[in-house]
């Protein structure tokens, strides 16, 4: 457990230290051992220092929770997070048993994340494998950069945070307040060499002195939840656990605390153990019916095209698929109804939740792990949005150019179109500026050579809204039927170009 730090907050954690059998060793390593961890590829590769139970796990911990009044800095918030019973959505499906959600926004970066992050980055310094001034590298989704960079910024770590485009606004303001270097890439699979992992460990081997602690495959993030999370639930529900549920995104939170409450618990149920649609985590494989390119994944945080090291799928009894839909609706009733400030993973876990718990008979307790605060336009309706028109380029802008009128029009991306008004793919700074760097496109080169060909498609498509608003909102009781000349602008080259054609008006 934390030394020092923890103690001073949490009380000893007496026998914390969990080692792990190390392949290269015949002995059991400390729980801090890293050696071999920063050279490997990238997942599903195994690690050759896996966590795996040993004789001497689980460790013998008693908690005592006595917080200072005064904390020396923002790191010892981090954890003892409450455990908040959960009342009017409980009653509304009609479960007769307990049902808590364990609020990790209340961490001091905002999600559970922190627990890891603080926790790699203190088994690595134990290992001499960081120091102060060192750079560290992450790919995320964002939550867990934004508990890297919280750590970094108290401990003197450069940050460089490497996220996929879809994630929100609202992590990418958090982590650059909190100084961390941002890199956003498309969403593409694992190993496609634009996704956030493979750039991230292509930046590796580019910056002097950087390290990955890898999240996906760093056994400090299952052991920070077995030796911290895992015995706060059972410190505050008296060891009367009947069934756990929560997401499952580097598989670290379920990993370490499902563990944990095997151990205490033999009895407690792992279920309804969270898995989106367009993911293939979820075990049997025949749930994962619905490929990624049939659904859409808007929920941040959960699910993968691979399967992480850290996630050990043994301990999990039952998978629960869940949707956009289901999250996003749940998540909004915990706000209105329950005042949880959640965000769309924690609506996805509850979601599984009230279904799994009700096979649970009165005095049993079902205990939901929650993760992100929430975004802010969920409480908006899409139609009051103040929307402006989308900015498009036309494929023959050259690179300069368009990353002036990106930056100038404060977008990180943006469509690019034939003059036929035919979507040709997307093209994002990134992109362009990195394409210029390695050699491969030149400032003058059309935006054509950097576009992203591969994008998804949406029920109603960009153009087709232009035209419905073209066809259907201007003049309809004089113009329907009549031919008239329909004018486009489109910005490119720094300058409006006109395009104009003859279109038919249509009933």
Request: hydrophobic share 35%.
């Amino acid at each position: 457990g934390h030394q020092g730090r923890a103690q001073a907050r949490r009380g000893k954690l007496e026998g914390a230290g969990v080692p792990h059998k190390c392949k290269q060793h015949s002995a059991p390593a400390p729980s801090g051992h890293l050696h071999c961890r920063f050279s490997l590829p990238v997942p599903p590769a195994p690690s050759c220092c896996n966590s795996t139970i040993t004789s001497s796990w689980p460790a013998k911990a008693t908690l005592i929770f006595a917080e200072p009044k005064i904390l020396s800095n923002v790191l010892e918030k981090i954890g003892h997070t409450p455990l908040i019973r959960v009342n009017k959505i409980s009653k509304a499906y009609g479960l007769k048993c307990e049902l808590l959600a364990k609020c990790e926004y209340f961490n001091a970066g905002g999600s559970v994340k922190d627990r890891i992050t603080l926790r790699m980055i203190e088994d690595a310094e134990k290992a001499g494998i960081i120091k102060p001034g060192d750079t560290l590298i992450e790919p995320t989704s964002g939550n867990t950069g934004i508990g890297l960079a919280l750590v970094a910024a108290i401990k003197g770590y450069r940050c460089v945070i490497v996220m996929p485009e879809k994630m929100s606004m609202e992590k990418v303001d958090i982590l650059r307040a909190l100084g961390a270097e941002i890199i956003r890439t498309p969403c593409a699979k694992f190993d496609d060499p634009e996704s956030n992992v493979r750039v991230a460990w292509k930046l590796k081997n580019e910056y002097p002195n950087s390290h990955i602690l890898d999240q996906y495959r760093n056994p400090s993030n299952p052991l920070a939840h077995y030796d911290t999370t895992a015995e706060e639930l059972l410190e505050q529900c008296d060891g009367k656990i009947d069934m756990f549920v929560a997401g499952a995104g580097t598989g670290g939170t379920i990993t370490g605390v499902a563990r944990k409450l095997k151990e205490k618990c033999p009895a407690c149920k792992v279920r309804g153990s969270v898995d989106p649609e367009g993911s293939i985590v979820a075990l049997p494989s025949s749930l994962n019916t619905i490929s990624a390119k049939d659904t859409t994944m808007e929920v941040e945080g959960i699910g993968h095209d691979f399967i992480p090291t850290v996630l050990d799928r043994s301990v999990i009894d039952q998978w629960c698929k869940s949707n956009d839909k289901e999250s996003f609706l749940m998540a909004r009733r915990l706000i209105n109804e329950e005042g949880l400030l959640c965000g769309g993973s924690a609506g996805s876990a509850m979601s599984a939740a009230v279904k799994a718990a009700k096979q649970l008979k009165e005095g049993q307790r079902c205990v939901n792990g929650f993760s992100f605060l929430y975004d802010a336009w969920w409480s908006i309706k899409v139609q009051k949005l103040n929307l402006a028109a989308p900015l498009i380029l036309l494929s023959d802008v050259n690179c300069q150019k368009a990353v002036e009128i990106l930056q100038e029009k404060s977008c990180n991306q943006a469509p690019v179109v034939a003059e036929s008004g035919v979507i040709l793919g997307i093209v994002t700074i990134t992109n362009i500026l990195s394409s210029i760097l390695a050699g491969v496109t030149q400032f003058s080169d059309p935006i054509i050579k950097v576009t992203y060909q591969q994008f998804s498609k949406v029920m109603m498509y960009f153009l087709d809204f232009l035209k419905f608003h073209l066809y259907f909102c201007d003049n309809l009781d004089t113009h329907l039927h009549q031919e008239r000349e329909e004018t486009t602008h489109l910005q490119a080259q720094g300058e409006t170009r006109v395009i104009t054609r003859q279109r038919a008006k249509q009933n």
